[in-house]
């Protein structure tokens, strides 16, 4: 099977900024997923040149139309180039190729009625390309999606028959309830086309930087609407209406766009598709928005995240790491220095970083730099057994489309690596001399550590080729199917020194963005300015997974003043085990068969020894602690929020 993956196009009225960088490395990241599972994959990104807005831009600055639009798509491929995206094509709308799909495309659309000429009266925003009836005008004048001032566009236009394919399109998010991804995103694009669709204005007349009328059309004045022939541009990149070459890559698996764009991805572009008898894509992956330290970026507040500064400080696989991992898919996200270098520091260079450090230096000590894995499964089988579990559980958070998820799960596993070695302390095991067993407890981390490295690979290709050099094999399709899908350990390890991966990050290293101005704050607003400051969106609160937990057991821990240890039914496959300090306020039987409300996704931790897999709301005054709980019973594993 084939798989066909796109970023959007990006207009060349500017230079790429982080909003830009995360959907092509989101896109990259699937896309050398797929390559990892030995997938034929095809990976399309590029630049979308023509329309108002990019004949006015060149035209502020002196430029010829071609010659600006040439060196900003430039930057472009020359980021990614810079960033290792590996594209396996970078399309322009002005190659000559895809003007000459995208007339075929309208030719097609008019032999079949789709397309009629009459004259366009209405308003249109050139900032985001749009027309707009005057009914969802803001204040009969601003553009309901950006604000800005429309224009009165009077003109002969041709008109697509959008309004025939609202049928079709209900029925076909009805009958694919995974063609918009996340679902949650669903619902504006059902109720924008069950408002009824109006048939889409497809030509200009009033200027002419776009692609030309087919000419067995004729009707020279008109140029193509940006948006027909920017969408098209995911099939004139496969050879359609031209060499036809690559066309088995269609339909796409995966349209990333941001939530901005979803509407043109998910009815004009369906609609057009219908009409070209051609199938739809699979799925239209839809991103937030990212913000900087709270606030909207804009050229104007010059608080802009430039991609390329921020990998020149930080190394663009920790940002790639830091992008994926922030942000649940879908909801927006905020860049900010401190959340990046925690993560740098904490996940890292901590978890995994020190992992590496800890058996280099182990293995170097022990036995001369060279690991076998003959007796892991004597001592380890429990950690194999975890470890398994997690690696077949990843596949399902990059169908759906959840890098956060992925990456928080795979860091599992360096949870278990890090909590074997604290466990089994092989350096005492050593000074016992039982050597077999500390070698085997190294062993089984270094096992660990490539699997996890194989993991990660879509995510850091670079970084983790280095832990592969480090523990001497190769991370391809094969070790992938080896050592990941049929769990073999890998025998022999010939480690190599590799100088630390992930330096601790003490303070920002870009200069913080311009703070906003507080133009006319009110009074009341400036009274509560300290309290903003600590406050989070609603994407950080989400971040927290709360859960309903039904305690199944209670026990003393008997040594501690303060411990109990639980176990918490939380609806999943086994209880977990939390333990905590509320033992002077309530007695284990008490608790037994009570809810309770949990922290689910806290990072395991071990407390005189026990392993804690989440922890317990309560609250505590003077007078005392008492637990939160839910109001009603609810079923184990319910989430609150
Ligand atoms: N040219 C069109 C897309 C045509 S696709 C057939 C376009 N270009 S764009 O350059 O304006 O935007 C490209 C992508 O960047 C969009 O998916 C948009 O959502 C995304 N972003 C622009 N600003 C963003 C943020 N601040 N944060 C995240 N993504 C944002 O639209």
Request: hydrophobic share 35%; glycine share 6%.
């Amino acid at each position: 099977m084939s798989k066909y993956i796109t970023t959007p196009i990006y207009y060349v009225n500017g230079e790429a900024h982080i909003g830009h960088a995360y959907t092509t490395f989101i896109a990259d990241t699937v896309a050398r997923y797929e390559r990892l599972k030995g997938e034929d994959t095809f990976f399309l990104t590029g630049t979308d040149e023509h329309g108002q807005k990019i004949e006015e831009s060149a035209k502020k600055v002196g430029k010829p139309t071609q010659e600006f639009a040439d060196e900003i798509s430039a930057t472009f491929k020359n980021l990614w180039d810079e960033f290792g995206i590996s594209y396996d094509k970078f399309i322009r709308t002005t190659d000559e190729k895809h003007m000459q799909g995208v007339q075929k495309a309208f030719e097609v659309m008019y032999a079949k009625g789709d397309i009629y000429k009459d004259f366009y009266e209405g308003h249109y925003c050139v900032s985001c390309e749009t027309f707009f009836p005057e009914t969802q005008l803001i204040d009969g004048e601003f553009c309901p999606d950006c604000g800005r001032s429309t224009t009165v566009v009077k003109e002969e236009s041709y008109f697509f028959r959008l309004s025939n394919y609202e049928e079709k399109l209900l029925k076909h998010y009805e009958e694919n309830p995974d063609f918009i991804m996340p679902r949650s995103r669903a619902n504006e694009v059902v109720s924008f086309v069950k408002g009824g669709l109006h048939d889409l204005s497809v030509t200009r007349t009033s200027f002419s930087w776009g692609v030309k009328m087919p000419q067995s059309i004729g009707d020279e004045k008109h140029v193509m609407y940006v948006w027909l022939d920017a969408l098209l541009n995911y099939i004139t990149a496969l050879g359609y209406g031209t060499d036809e070459e690559k066309m088995h890559y269609w339909p796409a698996d995966i349209h990333f766009v941001g939530k901005d764009i979803l509407r043109f991805h998910a009815i004009y572009w369906p609609a057009f598709l219908m009409s070209l008898d051609l199938p739809l894509p699979k799925h239209i992956g839809t991103h937030g928005w990212w913000t900087r330290d709270g606030e909207k970026m804009s050229k104007s507040k010059g608080n802009v995240v430039s991609p390329k500064e921020v990998a020149d400080a930080y190394g663009v696989e920790n940002l790639r790491y830091f992008m994926l991992r922030e942000v649940p898919f879908g909801q927006d996200g905020d860049f900010s220095q401190r959340a990046f270098i925690d993560r740098i520091n904490s996940e890292l260079s901590n978890d995994l970083g020190n992992l590496l450090n800890r058996i280099i230096g182990m293995s170097g000590k022990y036995s001369d730099y060279v690991i076998d894995s003959v007796d892991v499964e004597k001592y380890h089988s429990q950690e194999i057994e975890q470890m398994n579990l997690i690696l077949d559980s990843l596949d399902a958070f990059i169908e759906n489309l959840q890098p956060h998820r992925y990456l928080e799960e795979l860091w599992r596993l360096f949870s278990i690596g890090n909590g074997v070695i604290q466990e089994y302390e092989p350096w005492v095991k050593m000074k016992n001399g039982q050597k077999d067993e500390a070698l085997a407890t190294v062993a089984v981390v270094a096992n660990i550590l490539a699997k996890a490295a194989i993991m990660l690979h879509p995510v850091m290709p670079n970084t983790t080729n280095t832990i592969a050099d480090a523990l001497s094999f190769e991370i391809n399709t094969q070790s992938y199917k080896e050592l990941v899908q049929e769990k073999k350990l890998l025998k022999l390890f010939n480690i190599k020194k590799v100088p630390p991966l992930f330096p601790r990050v003490e303070e920002p290293l870009m200069q913080e963005a311009p703070k906003a101005e507080p133009t006319t704050m009110k009074k009341e607003e400036k009274k509560s300015s300290k309290e903003d400051d600590n406050l989070i969106t609603i994407g950080q609160f989400f971040e927290t997974s709360l859960k309903v937990g039904t305690i199944v057991s209670a026990q003393e821990v008997v040594k501690s003043k303060k411990l109990l240890k639980l176990q918490i039914d939380l609806g999943e496959e086994n209880p977990r085990q939390v333990v905590a300090g509320i033992k002077e306020f309530y007695s284990p039987d008490a608790l037994i068969n009570t809810q309770v409300c949990v922290v689910a996704n806290l990072k395991p931790a071990k407390l005189m020894g026990m392993i804690s897999e989440g922890m317990l709301l309560a609250a505590k005054d003077e007078e005392g602690l008492c637990l939160i709980r839910p109001e009603k019973s609810k079923k184990a594993g319910t989430p609150i929020g």
